[in-house]
């Protein structure tokens, strides 16, 4: 690991364990503020750097008639409103090219998601604007094939990388989580983010949405930290049967404090 990328005061890639965390979309302003400011509070006690993340276009749904968010200029207003009101920088996704100037004139990391994350236009437009770019594998890549990614956005003049591991398709209806990916893409040179809720989906188990597994995500945000992450993607809610979007993968409010402290704890370990 050689590059660390600074968003702020919070460093990815050097001694800190920045948690980059919300709920999966934006489903209005107050619950977005009230999040925010929640999860701020928790990790902030704690000693954790946060980034609010929550987007406001969900296009890669299970169901045509899923709820996608309010768009991306309401979308892109509730995310400023939440940088000045909470004062946390904030991540949200773009799907097209054109969306990536609008969306860096407000948030601080623009994400490739991950079944978009070999679209050149897409990651080339992201990496033009300065901004962080955060590039979720594909599910469908291998961690070894994730280096071509890093060239186009580094030939496209960016240098501010994260690349964050979700897990990876196996069989039908389920994902694995290989903890070798993060030390294979850490030599690429960036920070490596481990995504602890998406990877325990299950896509296409839940009939018209995708269902999942959330027990096992404490599971695996303790291993990826012991195998030496550069910092978690986690999607969090205050009322996860009612989430709007990846209900069955959201980690419930009331319940990150506990995780966040073993995680430091493990972290704080393995950087003895």
Same mark, same amino acid.
């Not at 987007?55 to 309010?70: C, Q, V």
């Not at 901004?131 to 469908?140: A, E, L, R, T």
């Given at each position: 690991?050689?590059?660390?990328?600074?968003?702020?005061?919070?460093?990815?890639?050097?001694?800190?364990?920045?948690?980059?965390?919300?709920?999966?979309?934006?489903?209005?302003?107050?619950?977005?503020?009230?999040?925010?400011?929640?999860?701020?509070?928790?990790?902030?006690? !704690?000693?954790?750097?946060?980034?609010?993340?929550?987007?406001?276009?969900?296009?890669?749904?299970?169901?045509? *008639?899923?709820?996608?968010?309010?768009?991306?200029?309401?979308?892109?207003?509730?995310?400023?409103?939440? $940088?000045?009101?909470?004062?946390?920088?904030?991540?949200?996704?773009?799907?097209?090219?054109?969306?990536?100037?609008?969306?860096?004139?407000?948030?601080?990391?623009?994400?490739?998601?991950?079944?978009?994350?070999?679209?050149?236009?897409?990651?080339?437009?992201?990496? $033009?604007?300065?901004?962080?770019?955060?590039?979720? $594998?594909?599910?469908?890549?291998?961690?070894?094939? !994730?280096?071509? !990614?890093?060239?186009?956005?580094?030939?496209?003049?960016?240098?501010?990388?994260?690349?964050? *591991?979700?897990?990876?398709?196996?069989?039908?209806?389920?994902?694995?989580?290989?903890?070798?990916? !993060?030390?294979?893409?850490?030599?690429?040179?960036?920070?490596?983010?481990?995504?602890?809720?998406?990877?325990?989906?299950?896509?296409?188990?839940?009939?018209?949405?995708?269902?999942?597994?959330?027990?096992?995500?404490?599971?695996?945000? $303790?291993?990826?930290?012991?195998?030496?992450?550069?910092?978690?993607?986690?999607?969090?809610?205050?009322?996860?049967?009612?989430?709007?979007?990846?209900?069955?993968?959201?980690?419930?409010?009331?319940?990150?404090?506990?995780?966040?402290?073993?995680?430091?704890?493990?972290?704080?370990?393995?950087?003895?």
């Amino acid at each position: 690991m050689t590059n660390i990328i600074h968003t702020g005061n919070i460093s990815f890639g050097g001694e800190e364990l920045p948690i980059i965390a919300g709920p999966c979309v934006i489903e209005s302003r107050d619950h977005s503020l009230f999040m925010a400011e929640a999860i701020a509070n928790i990790c902030s006690k !704690i000693g954790l750097p946060f980034v609010f993340k929550s987007s406001f276009d969900k296009a890669n749904r299970t169901s045509g *008639d899923s709820y996608r968010g309010p768009g991306m200029e309401e979308g892109l207003q509730i995310l400023s409103d939440v $940088k000045d009101a909470v004062g946390v920088p904030v991540l949200t996704d773009v799907h097209y090219p054109y969306q990536a100037v609008s969306a860096a004139e407000v948030v601080d990391i623009l994400q490739i998601p991950a079944f978009l994350c070999r679209q050149t236009d897409l990651v080339v437009a992201a990496a $033009k604007t300065g901004k962080i770019v955060n590039v979720k $594998k594909g599910q469908f890549l291998s961690p070894w094939k !994730i280096g071509s !990614i890093v060239e186009k956005i580094e030939r496209s003049g960016g240098n501010k990388i994260l690349l964050t *591991d979700r897990g990876t398709t196996f069989g039908y209806e389920s994902l694995v989580s290989d903890m070798r990916s !993060i030390p294979i893409m850490q030599k690429t040179g960036y920070p490596v983010i481990f995504d602890a809720t998406h990877s325990t989906q299950m896509p296409g188990s839940g009939g018209g949405n995708t269902g999942g597994a959330r027990e096992y995500i404490p599971t695996l945000a $303790k291993a990826a930290v012991a195998a030496g992450v550069n910092g978690l993607f986690m999607e969090i809610h205050d009322n996860v049967e009612a989430a709007k979007s990846d209900a069955a993968t959201q980690w419930p409010l009331d319940q990150l404090n506990d995780l966040l402290i073993s995680l430091k704890r493990i972290h704080e370990v393995v950087h003895v």
